[in-house]
């Protein structure tokens, strides 16, 4: 099936690797017009300059998502900039991972801010542009860990599992402005970090998925996509896990 964009602009966060650079990507290549933010200068530059290369169409711009106040600023520069903002996609995160008992303020926080708080910042401030125009798509990159949890992550599942309630309540609040709010929750993605695995490692984390095999980020930015097209404007308020099979 081929999905519907009809000249839609994109902002989508953390996409400088991974999951968000894979989702950038696949919007492009959709004929989207795809914002690239990332804290990183030089990673979301190097996704936005491949996107046009490509013949895509992207703008790359440095904001610590974390920083309310720069947010506000960017969302404000960049609707003078293009007109509209259709689709946002929240994916930014990070992860301080330790067990409670050891884990820092800071730590907490500071996923809390990066992972969850700035959802908040960029619904609110791209999100009222959308109910004004009744049209829009957000979708929250959740995960697997905020739905059953996982030893020393408490920061990182709150933030998760927050995201998830978030995504309900902004479904809620748009869904009679025409702007749909969609989670997305990954499982086991092969990244850089999971590429790093000594084998036996990496053996444990694929006897857990049904599907016996860690996903791509490819799987995940598909089901964005979609949610982010045409085709899916009756879809709001859902969570949608993508991951072998191991949340059923």
């Known amino acids: 099936m081929s999905l519907t964009f009809n000249n839609r ?5 953390g996409a ?8 950038a990507e696949l919007l492009a290549r959709h004929g989207v017009t795809v914002i ?6 030089e990673s979301c530059g190097a996704v936005a300059a491949a996107i046009t290369a490509a ?4 703008k790359a711009l440095a904001v610590d998502v974390a920083d309310g106040a720069a947010v506000a600023k960017a969302s404000a520069e960049l609707i003078a900039e293009f007109g509209h903002i259709d689709i946002l996609i929240n994916n930014a995160g990070i992860t301080k991972d330790g067990l409670l008992f050891r884990m820092s303020g800071d730590d907490w926080s500071s996923v809390l801010a990066t992972n969850l708080t700035s959802c908040y910042h960029w619904t609110k401030y791209i ?3 959308m109910t004004q125009k009744r049209w829009g798509r957000i ?19 709150a933030a998760k599992a927050g995201m998830i309630g978030f995504t ?3 479904a809620k609040e748009f869904a009679a402005r025409q702007v749909t709010s969609n989670a997305v929750a990954p499982g086991f993605i092969k990244t850089d970090m999971t590429a790093a695995l000594p084998p036996e490692a990496a053996e444990k ?20 996509v979609f949610l982010c097209s045409e085709e899916a404007g009756y879809i709001t308020g859902q969570v949608f896990t993508v991951d072998g099979g191991m949340v059923m």
């Not at 400088?16 to 989702?23: E, L, Q, S, V, Y």
């Not at 013949?55 to 992207?58: R, T």
């Open 55 to 58: 013949g895509g169409k992207a």
């Open 205 to 224: 984390l694929t006897a857990v998925v049904p599907l016996r095999r860690l996903g791509e980020a490819a799987d995940v930015a598909h089901m964005v």
């Open 9 to 13: 602009v994109a902002l989508v966060t």
């Open 36 to 41: 690239c933010v990332s804290k990183s200068a």
């Open 168 to 170: 309900k309540a902004i």
């Open 139 to 157: 979708v929250n990159i959740t995960s697997v860990v905020g739905l059953m949890g996982n030893a020393g992550q408490a920061n990182y599942c």
């Open 16 to 23: 400088g690797r991974g999951i968000g650079k894979a989702i």
């Open 127 to 129: 999100g009222r542009p």
